[in-house]
Nanobody, 120 residues
Framework: QLQASGGGLVQAGGSLSVSCAAS????????MGWFRQALGKEREFVAAISGSGGSTLYAESVKGRFTISRDNAKNTVWLQMNSMKPEDTALYYCAAGKFWTRWSSEYDYWGQGTLVTVSS
């Protein structure tokens, strides 16, 4: 089970961090991803981190602004978002999967989503 939290309202140019807490004892065996879905748009990949935390992957639209990290001892993954833009406004979902991929269909477990709103 994945529980995302930390969403909220932030001004353009500001920062926000969202987190995802996982239950279970096999957290480190899963790659973790963050996806987002804006109103009226399809869900899109944001970032992924490998089970060990040694590899990361980012969408071009967030590269250099967002940072994904994890702490396997705490069963938690974070997405630090800096220099935020109004187009970052979306529901942000965390996901866990066994494959190293940016494709949402390859992830097995999903959190409920946390709303991030960036005002201009």
């Amino acid at each position: 089970q994945l529980q995302a939290s930390g969403g909220g309202l932030v001004q353009a140019g500001g920062s926000l961090s969202v987190s995802c807490a996982a239950s279970g004892r096999t957290f480190s065996s899963y790659h973790m991803g963050w996806f987002r879905q804006a109103l009226g748009k399809e869900r899109e990949f944001v970032a992924a981190i490998s089970g060990s935390g040694g590899s990361t992957l980012y969408a071009e639209s967030v590269k250099g602004r967002f940072t994904i990290s994890r702490d396997n001892a705490k069963n938690t993954v974070w997405l630090q978002m800096n220099s935020m833009k109004p187009e970052d406004t979306a529901l942000y979902y965390c996901a866990a999967g066994k494959f190293w991929t940016r494709w949402s269909s390859e992830y097995d477990y999903w959190g409920q989503g946390t709303l991030v709103t960036v005002s201009s």
